[in-house]
C-alpha cells in the first residue's frame, strides 16, 4: 500500500512538473532569449534539464518497457546512424542529445501519464493556446508584444523582413506551426460541456493563425477544419453545421481585413507570388540542393544537425547563401540523416498515426491526431521541427496520443463485439456493414434471395437471422458451441452442434445447398483442405463456397515480427484459437488444391479506409473474402 502512494504521489510531481515546462515553453520564447550559461544557450539547459527529471522520475515510477519505447529507441538509433558519415560527430552528438531531450524524453514522459485521463492536461493545452493565441492578437492591433524589450530576434527574423505577429513564440512562422498543431483541441472543446468560453477558444486561434500570415498554416487549418467535422464520429449535424457556418463566417471577416488593410498577406496570396514562391523560391531550388549531397551522402546523411554547415557547399543556384536551410523539413532529414534514418521515421509516425487512428473513438486521441498529421504536412514548406516550441509541443501530444491509445481493446475481425453477449462470435449486423463493406456486409451481398444457405461456425445466428428477414432464406447451421447453437436454433431450420471435422453431415445432404458460408472458420481448423474437399458433396449445381479469413501478413502482424513479437490475442488475426494462418497467396494456394475456382474477391478491416485496403489487401487488409465455385461445375 505504501508502495502504491509513492508511486502516486511521485506521478503527481512529474504531471505538475511535465504542465509547467509546457507553460514555460509555449508562453516563453525561450530559444530567442539573449541568456547564456557558459557559452551554452539558457533555454537548452533549462529545458534539458527538467526533461531529464522527468524521465528518470518517470523510468522509476514505472519500468515496464512498452512497445513505445521500443519505437523511440528505434528512432534514436536511426537518427544515430548519421554519425557513421557526420562531418562533425561532436555537434551530431550534440543535436541527438538535443532531440532526445526536447521532443523524445518528453514523449516517454507523456505516454505513461496519458494511461490515465488526467482532465488537467486537455484544460492545461486549451488555457495555454488561447493565451498565446490572445497576446498575439493584442499585438496585431496594438502593436505591443510582451517581450519586446526582452528579446532580441535574428536579423533574418525581424519584422521587417517576414512581417506577422510573434506572441509569445518568437517567430509568425514557429508560432503559426504551433496553433495549427493546437487548433483540434480549441475544435475539441466545442462540445465539451463542462468547458466554459470553448467558443472563444477556436476563434481565437483561427484569427491569430491568419494575422501570423502563413500561407500554408491558414489553407491547411481551414482544410483540418473541414475534414475533422467531415469524418469526427461523434460530433452531431447541428454541431457540424453551427461549426461550419461559424468557419465560413470567420473567413469572411478575415478576407475583409485582409484587403480593407492592404496587408501583407493579401499580396503573398495573390497567385503570381505563390507561383513564384513555389517554383522559383529558395525552397524549390532546395530539391536540387538535396540530390547533390545524396548522391554523395546517400544512407545516412551529412549527419544530424549539420546541413547548415554543409549549405554553401552544396547549394543548388536559387538558393540564399545566408538562409542555410531547406525550408522543408523531410528534405533536411533526407540531407542530415539519409534515406535510412528518413524512412525509419516516416515508418515510426505512420505507424502510430494508424495506431491512434484504430483509437480514434478515445474523446482526446482524435483531435491529437489531426494536429500531428496536418502539423507534418505543414514541415513541407518549413523546416520548424527544429524549433523548440514546435518540436516540444509535437513531441508531447504524440506521447499523449501514444497514451491514450494505450492498451486498447483486443484486436479484433471487422464489426466483432465482445460485450454483454453469450457467444465470443456474436456480431449484430447494421447498416454501416455495408457502408464500411465489412466481411458479413460482402457475405451477404453476395448470397442471392430464396437461398438454402448452411452456415458452418453460425455462432448465435445472427448472420442468417439477418438473411432471413431481408433475403427470405433458409438456413440450416453447424456450431460447436453448444449455447450458441442453442441460441441460432431459433432462428435456423436445424441446427447441428458437432465438431465440423467430424460431422457426418455432407454426406447425408447431398446437392442441397445453394451456398456454404465458411465465415472465420478455416483458421480453426486442424484441416481445412479436408473440409473444403468434403463439402463439395452438399453444393447444388452451380453453386458457391463462400469463405472469409483473417490476413496473418496485416501490416500490423508484420510490424510485431519486426520487433520480435508474435502474441496471441483474445479475438482477431492472433486469435489463441486459430490452429492455421494464411497470406492471399497461401489461400488461393489452397482453394486451387482442393479444386475450386475463385469467381469473387474482397477485403475487410474497418479500421481502414476502404480504397487504401482495396489498393494494397495483402498488407491493409485484415481479412479476406472468397467465393468459390467446383471447377467441374
Not at 503570381?272 to 523560391?281: G, P
Not at 465465415?519 to 453444393?539: A, F, I, M, T
Amino acid at each position: 500500500m505504501e508502495m502504491i502512494k509513492n508511486r502516486e504521489l511521485t506521478k503527481s510531481i512529474i504531471l505538475k512538473l511535465s504542465i509547467f515546462l509546457f507553460f514555460a515553453v509555449s508562453l516563453i520564447p525561450l530559444s530567442f532569449l539573449p541568456f547564456k550559461i557558459n557559452g551554452t544557450p539558457f533555454h537548452y539547459i533549462f529545458v534539458g534539464t527538467i526533461v531529464f527529471s522527468l524521465v528518470v522520475l518517470s523510468w522509476h515510477n514505472e519500468r515496464a518497457i512498452t512497445v513505445f519505447d521500443k519505437w523511440l529507441v528505434l528512432v534514436i538509433l536511426a537518427f544515430s546512424l548519421s554519425l557513421i558519415t557526420s562531418v562533425d560527430k561532436i555537434n551530431t552528438i550534440r543535436t541527438i542529445g538535443s532531440f532526445i531531450l526536447r521532443g523524445l524524453g518528453i514523449a516517454f514522459v507523456f505516454e505513461r501519464l496519458s494511461r490515465k485521463d488526467y482532465d488537467i492536461i486537455p484544460i492545461s493545452l486549451l488555457i495555454c493556446v488561447s493565451v498565446v493565441s490572445c497576446l498575439g492578437i493584442v499585438e496585431y492591433f496594438f502593436h505591443w508584444n510582451l517581450y519586446s524589450r526582452l528579446v532580441s530576434l535574428p536579423e533574418l527574423f525581424s519584422q521587417s523582413i517576414r512581417p506577422g505577429i510573434t506572441s509569445t513564440i518568437g517567430h509568425p512562422l514557429i508560432l503559426s506551426s504551433y496553433l495549427l498543431l493546437m487548433l483540434p483541441v480549441s475544435i475539441w472543446a466545442v462540445r465539451k460541456p463542462k468547458i466554459t468560453l470553448k467558443i472563444l477558444s477556436l476563434l481565437l486561434v483561427i484569427f491569430a493563425i491568419f494575422v501570423s500570415f502563413s500561407r500554408s498554416s491558414f489553407v491547411l487549418s481551414l482544410i483540418l477544419i473541414i475534414l475533422y467535422l467531415s469524418l469526427e464520429p461523434e460530433i452531431g449535424l447541428n454541431n457540424k453545421l453551427k461549426l461550419t457556418a461559424l468557419l465560413v463566417i470567420m473567413v469572411f471577416v478575415l478576407s475583409f481585413i485582409s484587403i480593407s488593410s492592404k496587408s501583407f498577406f493579401a499580396g503573398r496570396a495573390a497567385i503570381t507570388k505563390m507561383k513564384a514562391d513555389l517554383f522559383y523560391s529558395h525552397r524549390a531550388a532546395s530539391y536540387k540542393t538535396t540530390i547533390t549531397i545524396l548522391k554523395k551522402y546517400p544512407l545516412f546523411g551529412v549527419g544530424f544537425g549539420n546541413y547548415p554547415l554543409v549549405h554553401n557547399i552544396y547549394r543548388a543556384q536559387g538558393t540564399e547563401e545566408y538562409f542555410k536551410s531547406t525550408d522543408n523539413v523531410y528534405l533536411r532529414f533526407l540531407c542530415e540523416i539519409g534515406l535510412v534514418g528518413t524512412a525509419i521515421f516516416i515508418l515510426f509516425t505512420t505507424h502510430w498515426f494508424l495506431v491512434f487512428w484504430n483509437n480514434r473513438k478515445n474523446d482526446f486521441v482524435y483531435p491529437l491526431l489531426f494536429g500531428l498529421c496536418f502539423f507534418m504536412l505543414n514541415q513541407f514548406f518549413a523546416d520548424l521541427f527544429y524549433w523548440l516550441t514546435p518540436q516540444f509541443t509535437f513531441w508531447m501530444l504524440f506521447g499523449i496520443a501514444a497514451g491514450r491509445s494505450y492498451n486498447p481493446l483486443p484486436d479484433s475481425s471487422p464489426g466483432r463485439s465482445f460485450q454483454n453477449i453469450p457467444a465470443k462470435y456474436h456480431h449484430d449486423i447494421d447498416e454501416s456493414d455495408f457502408k464500411k463493406q465489412t466481411t458479413y456486409g460482402q457475405i451477404i451481398n453476395l448470397i442471392q434471395a430464396n437461398s438454402t444457405v448452411l452456415d458452418i461456425g453460425c455462432s448465435t445466428g445472427f448472420l442468417g437471422k439477418y438473411l432471413i428477414k431481408n433475403k427470405q432464406c433458409t438456413l440450416y447451421g453447424i456450431e460447436i458451441d453448444k449455447e450458441s447453437a442453442k441460441i441460432a436454433e431459433d432462428t435456423y431450420t436445424k441446427v447441428f452442434a458437432e465438431n465440423l471435422e467430424k460431422t457426418v453431415i455432407f454426406d447425408e445432404s447431398a446437392n442441397r445447398f445453394d451456398y456454404i458460408v465458411l465465415g472465420d472458420v478455416l483458421e480453426h481448423l486442424k484441416n481445412p483442405k479436408d473440409v473444403l474437399l468434403n463439402l463439395r458433396k452438399s453444393l447444388k449445381p452451380a453453386s458457391s463456397v463462400i469463405i472469409s479469413m483473417p490476413n496473418i501478413a496485416v501490416w500490423r502482424v508484420r510490424i510485431g515480427l519486426l520487433f520480435g513479437n508474435f502474441n496471441y490475442t483474445a479475438a482477431g488475426t492472433l486469435d489463441k484459437t486459430h490452429l492455421r494462418f494464411f497470406t492471399l497467396k497461401s489461400a488461393r494456394q489452397m482453394i486451387n488444391d482442393c479444386g475450386y475456382k475463385i469467381d469473387y474477391f474482397g477485403c475487410a478491416g474497418t479500421r481502414m479506409p476502404v480504397f487504401l485496403r482495396n489498393f494494397l489487401p495483402t498488407l491493409l487488409a485484415s481479412q479476406f473474402v472468397f467465393r468459390i465455385t467446383p471447377v467441374d461445375q
